[in-house]
């Protein structure tokens, strides 16, 4: 075969790539004037920002409208996506927990982004590898990393500098901080809690036990719930909570009744989710800290997980909708937007191209207590992505309520919750 005709069909090969990429990219080009709808779960004092960032898509091309709908919380959301999957009219796209996309991703609720990624050569991996495995599934892009946030526990500085208390860095060091945080009444009531702890959500302490060996669903599908460790970690919180030392907050309000209670100074700490940072912070009349949840027993771990939000765009959406919905969800993971969102909210900068400007640094001496956060950020893993995690996790959620606010019994009630959980698996 002569050099000629080798040189001939190298040329043709590369014209045909050529081609194929054109071809690809065209694909998910947006010709038309279109409106799409996007679910999301912010509450009225995001609604500002989130306008800000609608108008500024707008400004930029004229062809795609935005109208963003207000559903609900992230469970209402899930509930309402399902129905809308049943019923063939789903939105362009949708805001989901971080908790959500194996579940998703199994059912084949979301669209497979990595086509749209590879068309567009979006530097998906700026994201880094957790946040890349914590909105995929078996290796494909079924969503975009949006809000990020993560575990840790609000304390009053003030109140820390006044009394010299220092914040527990392990399990082991949780009750001198809580007896030395606490106060009670005369009669012997609690008059502030060393802490509380958000019971509505297994995510906000979930790290308390698996700092110390305990994981609700491991790899190779076995559970930890009802072993040596998690009874004693579940019998030392639940006698600190019936010593007045902590609150378990569970049920309805219970979100709006701890973040009241610290405000009004009735808590000295609170867990929660470094998201509302600037909510914290703008309801206090004092100067509001932050730190990592307790970590392992010799001081040098501290895991935590992915919390906040993914974007993602459902499979069951026209073409029309999903190429307009891939532009959106391309300008919302953007680097400018990315920073923005952080600062306005609490979320951190999911980007690291973001972590290298000067408007990072600047946005971190704005925020001094996010500061300490972030510097710990390579500590932060992906969510569980079992498709039947987030239903065992809240079997446990449940479990947990019965043992600390109705008095169940701490071994007989996990060894059920146990049995539960191996009867899910076999069912999956």
Not at 51 to 59: C, K, L, R
Not at 92 to 118: F, K, R
Not at 263 to 283: I, K, M, Q, R
Not at 357 to 376: C, F, G, H, S, W
């Amino acid at each position: 075969m002569s050099k000629r005709f080798n040189s001939l069909m190298l040329v043709v090969v590369l014209i045909l790539l050529m081609v194929g990429t054109v071809a690809a990219a065209d694909r998910y080009e947006v010709t038309e004037p279109i409106e799409i709808t996007w679910w999301h779960a912010h509450e009225d004092q995001w609604v500002p920002f989130l306008n800000y960032m609608v108008e500024q898509f707008h400004d930029q091309q004229d062809l795609i409208t935005v109208e963003p709908v207000y559903i609900g919380p992230y469970a209402e959301i899930n509930t309402q996506l399902i129905a809308a999957v049943a019923s063939g009219d789903v939105p362009a796209l949708c805001t989901a927990n971080t908790s959500y996309p194996a579940v998703y991703g199994a059912a084949g609720i979301c669209e497979i982004l990595d086509p749209y990624i590879e068309a567009y050569d979006f530097d998906i991996a700026d994201f880094g590898e957790g946040l890349i495995k914590s909105s995929s599934y078996e290796g494909q892009q079924v969503s975009l990393p949006y809000l990020i946030s993560t575990q840790v526990m609000y304390f009053n500085q003030d109140m820390a500098k006044a009394e010299g208390i220092e914040m527990p860095k392990t399990f082991a060091d949780f009750e001198a901080f809580l007896e030395k945080a606490t106060l009670f009444n005369e009669d012997g009531t609690t008059k502030r809690y060393g802490t509380v702890i958000g019971g509505w959500d297994y995510w906000y302490y979930e790290m308390l036990y698996k700092n110390n060996g305990v994981w609700v669903l491991r790899d190779d599908e076995t559970t930890d719930v009802n072993s040596e460790q998690a009874i004693y970690i579940t019998s030392k919180i639940k006698e600190w909570i019936d010593k007045g030392y902590a609150y378990y907050a569970y049920g309805t309000g219970a979100s709006a009744n701890m973040r009241q209670l610290f405000w009004d100074g009735g808590a000295f700490s609170v867990f929660h989710t470094s998201s509302l940072y600037d909510t914290y912070v703008e309801n206090s009349d004092f100067e509001v800290g932050m730190a990592w949840l307790p970590g392992s027993e010799d001081g040098t771990s501290f895991l935590s997980e992915v919390g906040g939000a993914v974007i993602l765009i459902p499979a069951d959406a026209t073409q029309r909708q999903k190429n307009a919905a891939w532009q959106f969800l391309m300008f919302m993971a953007s680097p400018e937007i990315n920073l923005y969102w952080a600062d306005k909210t609490g979320y951190f900068p999911t980007r690291a191209t973001v972590m290298e400007t000067p408007e990072y640094d600047e946005y971190l001496e704005r925020k001094p207590a996010m500061k300490n956060i972030v510097a710990m950020s390579s500590w932060i893993n992906p969510r569980n992505q079992h498709p039947a995690y987030d239903s065992i996790a809240n079997e446990w959620r449940h479990a947990l309520a019965l043992i600390f606010n109705e008095g169940a019994p701490v071994e007989e009630t996990l060894n059920q919750l146990a049995q539960e959980i191996d009867e899910i698996i076999e069912d999956f």
